[in-house]
């Protein structure tokens, strides 16, 4: 049967008879070829290099620098700039500059516990520590070109990438995981370490266990890519809010430890507190300035950086406001340089420029951490849904339909490739970062060539390693401040994500149970890990041990299946409470839910 019947020729309205089926439009046929990424034209470049529009446009910039004084300043919007939009070439240079700045951080601080000192840290020599940051930071921007350019896969409806703005960095989901895992490795003597003559216990560097994490990763990373295949409507509803919210709120918790660790002084063996040998003093007796852990001096540094992110939010501009966590470090670096509390030998000891495979490890698998990185990557491929909508809506593009769902399946991929790629380069698994959502929604602009020279900024950082070197610099209790905030907002992200819930009696005990095992291990570390010992010659049984150990010792880990069994199991219950209305579920399923949660992105609903 023909679709439509030609009009007749007589000059009555013409008649039409429809096939119902005709006419309805698989999820397969859409055309999706406009969301690849493609070459500039002749013409385009021309316009862009040649003019002084190309160049400049007719853009505010004074928007970017003008600061806001409360109860004075008015808001106002600046233009919006989408996906493919031109974009004037030097404000496409400063977008993607400050996106830059504001990505810097969450991709670095990983690098910089996971290679600090302590029995939870890899005790890195300063040119190992300023290689990872180095790596860090190029592995983010060749990754992100990835997702922002997305590849369709040949003769496939499947795609490579979202094609939105979305950079990428080493997601904090994976931070207790290494922690649990080297301190596990050290505990058997994998890693090695002694003791002085005052019996304090000193760690010796284990790049072996560097290799093992990654190459674990590397394997684990064929978790998501499988399950990147899979509709994301089914994702959603086998780890639902419930499960997300405790899980990411343990993570922030375990993370806060860590960074009120640093605040205090450091997290390596003067943490402990010892009353003689060298680590009387933090971060050793000898080093400018040594103080003891707790001292008011670390107090008062850490602080500065806190209070420095306050007063900008107040009074900074948007520009800031984008970039407020690392100014608020290189104040505190300022103030740290003058007072005498840091040296130069972490500048000294890095080379003028390096590149990926500068320094090698070698891979290898380390069973015990398997689960648990599984768990992780399930997670991160969760929270990625989230931030991927979060970033469909701030762009303007629909958070429905065949190309939404493209985009979602194209992001989890570029994921899961990332999560072995990352490996490859000798950096920990990235994904997708929330702080995207609140950058756009603050500036108004998606536009993907803000994207590409975000890219070139994070890979120019860590090309000339002497940039990442400041960061080691800088005394712990600077990072301390900072990282401490950083961490909170990821326990706010959590509770976010749970506050939509309806709070029957059946969330309330989900909910309860969980934290009572999560809370209770990140804590009180250890506190399980002592009812189950191997004495015996079974590498695997011993494996099998130490894998439910760092299970046991993981907070978020344990949580997070506590969580998915006893939503499974328990039945349903009407709500006792008033019924969610269509807003509330909408902001519940764009929630980011990420685990590198910006200050940002708790204003992105309000400020968009």
């Known amino acids: 049967m023909p679709e439509i019947t030609e009009a007749p020729e007589a000059k009555s309205s013409p008649v039409f008879i429809l096939d119902p089926h005709a006419n309805r439009t698989k999820e397969d046929d859409v055309d999706l070829s406009h969301t690849v990424g493609k070459l500039p034209s002749l013409q385009n470049l021309k316009e862009s290099f040649g003019t002084r529009h190309g160049w400049f446009g007719d853009y505010d910039y004074g928007f970017l620098c003008m600061p806001t004084l409360p109860g ?13 939009d031109s974009l004037p ?24 516990i996971m290679s600090g000192s302590g029995s939870n840290g890899l005790n890195f020599t300063a040119e190992n520590r300023s290689q990872m940051i180095s790596t860090s930071l190029m592995a983010s921007g060749f990754l992100s070109l990835i997702q922002i350019t997305r590849f369709r896969l040949a003769k496939t409806r499947y795609y490579l990438g979202t094609g939105l703005l979305s950079v990428v ?3 904090f989901i994976y931070l207790p995981v290494l922690q649990s895992s080297v301190s596990n490795m050290y505990a058997s003597g994998y890693c090695k370490s002694s003791f002085d003559e005052s019996g304090v216990q000193v760690f010796e560097p284990c790049p072996d266990a560097w290799g093992a994490f990654l190459g674990t990763c590397m394997v684990c990373s064929l978790l998501p890519i499988l399950l990147s295949f899979v509709p994301p409507r089914v994702l959603k509803k086998v780890f639902p809010p419930i499960v997300t919210g405790v899980t990411v709120m343990l993570i922030g918790v375990s993370l806060v430890t860590s960074g009120m660790q640093q605040w205090g002084g450091g997290s390596g063996s003067c943490a402990s507190m010892p009353t003689s ?13 040594a103080a003891p852990w707790g001292d008011a001096r670390w107090i008062g540094l850490g602080f500065l950086v806190f209070f420095s992110i306050m007063v900008i939010e107040f009074f900074g501009s948007p520009f800031m406001k984008n970039a407020q966590v690392v100014i608020g470090l290189i104040i505190g670096m300022i103030v740290a340089v003058a007072c005498g509390y840091t040296t130069s030998d972490s500048i000294n000891a890095a080379p003028a420029a390096t590149f990926l495979w500068t320094t090698t490890y070698k891979l290898s698998i380390y069973p015990p951490a398997i689960i648990p990185l599984l768990i992780s990557y399930v997670l991160a491929m969760v929270e990625s849904i989230g931030d991927i909508t979060a970033s469909c809506e701030v762009s303007k593009l ?12 194209g992001g989890i991929f570029a994921d899961g490739i990332g999560g072995l790629l990352a490996p490859l380069m000798m950096n920990s698994p990235m994904s997708c970062y929330a702080q995207n959502n ?11 060539l803000a994207g590409y020279m975000c890219c070139l900024f994070l890979i120019l950082m860590g090309i000339f390693s002497k940039f990442g070197a400041i960061f080691l610099t800088l005394p712990d209790p600077v990072l301390g401040g900072m990282t401490t905030f950083l961490f909170a907002s990821v326990v706010v992200s959590g509770i976010r994500i749970l506050s939509f819930l309806p709070w029957t009696r059946r969330e309330r005990f989900i909910v309860a149970a969980s934290l009572s095992l999560g809370l209770g291990t990140s804590l009180v570390p ?3 890990t002592h009812m189950i010992n191997y004495q015996g010659n079974s590498s695997i049984v011993q494996s099998l041990v130490s894998s439910v150990n760092i299970i046991l010792d993981t907070g978020f880990a344990l949580g997070a299946i506590l969580s998915c069994v006893l939503n499974g199991l328990l039945p349903s219950n009407p709500p006792t409470s008033t019924k969610l209305d269509d807003k509330d579920i909408n902001e519940m399923q764009v929630e980011t839910q990420s685990t590198h949660r910006g200050p940002l992105d708790m204003k992105q609903q309000e400020e968009f």
Not at 89 to 112: K, R, S
């Open 398 to 409: 629909s958070v429905e339909g065949r190309e939404f769902e493209s985009r979602l399946q």
């Open 169 to 171: 960095g080493t997601s």
């Open 277 to 289: 040998g060298p680590y009387v003093d933090c971060p050793y007796v000898g080093a400018p300035n």
């Open 89 to 112: 070439l030097l404000l496409a240079t400063i977008m993607g500059f400050q996106h830059a700045l504001a990505m810097i951080a969450g991709v670095v601080t990983p690098a910089i």
């Open 438 to 448: 609140g950058i756009i929604s603050l500036t108004r602009c998606a536009n993907t």
């Open 526 to 528: 250890g506190v399980f």
């Open 72 to 84: 004075v300043s008015t808001s106002r919007a600046p233009p919006f700039f989408g996906l493919k």
